[in-house]
């Protein structure tokens, strides 16, 4: 599991104008949620880039003054125009609190389809599950080693790891091995080749 440490410093000034100084000085306002307190802290895209802008699931160790949270990215706020970050909600991991993430899906194995010449089309990249900290997993992964052309695999099929629960509606398809245009007109007009001529 990748964990990206985050140096910040405590915020007292808070609310809307709070936060509007907060980024007047080049920095994000941030809150962390869970346990016995909440704490609003800042801190500046540098150090939660690496966090944020990446398609991976990762943990947040920040450092609010010298005080370690181990904790996950709850929320993101971005500006309607420029699209830079103007908010951050944290959660905290405990012990015994299970918590729910959206983590990516990856395949293993090769499809016969799409060596057949089918394409493999990918319709979901990230599922949600719930699981207690220590379950935890940074992705998880499906065999496509057995689809073949036109076939979809599913929600269902992902083997999740003891303790994780899948969110997601079992039925949704993560990926289809599309057929391409000239490979289907290809095996109809196969087929019709290979049919009986009608009788007169």
């Known amino acids: ?3 990206v440490n985050i140096k910040a410093e405590s915020r007292t ?46 943990l947040a160790e920040v450092e609010v003054d010298g005080k370690p949270f181990r904790c996950i990215v709850k929320d993101k706020q971005f ?7 103007i908010h951050l909600d ?7 609190n299970a918590v729910k993430v959206q983590v990516p899906v990856r395949f ?14 990918q319709n979901v990249r990230t599922v949600k599950i719930k699981a207690l900290p220590e379950n935890i997993v940074d992705e998880l992964t499906v065999d496509i080693s057995g689809l073949e052309l036109g076939q979809s695999i599913r929600i269902r099929d992902i083997q999740p790891g003891e303790g994780i629960e899948i969110l997601n509606a079992p039925g949704i398809p993560i990926a289809t ?16 080749a290979a049919a009986p001529a009608k009788k007169k």
């Open 177 to 192: 091995v599309e057929i391409p245009r000239a490979l289907r007109s290809a095996q109809q007009a196969a087929a019709a």
């Open 13 to 58: 000034a808070l609310g809307k104008k709070g936060a509007k100084a907060t980024r007047k000085q080049g920095m994000i306002p941030c809150v962390l949620y869970g346990g016995d307190e909440v704490v609003h802290f800042s801190t500046t895209l540098n150090e939660i880039r690496d966090l944020i802008y990446t398609p991976d699931f990762k």
């Open 79 to 85: 500006h309607p125009v420029n699209d830079q970050i």
């Open 90 to 96: 944290f959660l905290r991991l405990a012990e015994g």
């Open 108 to 121: 293993r194995g090769t499809s016969p389809g799409v060596k057949s010449g089918g394409k493999l089309i």
């Open 1 to 3: 599991m990748q964990v």
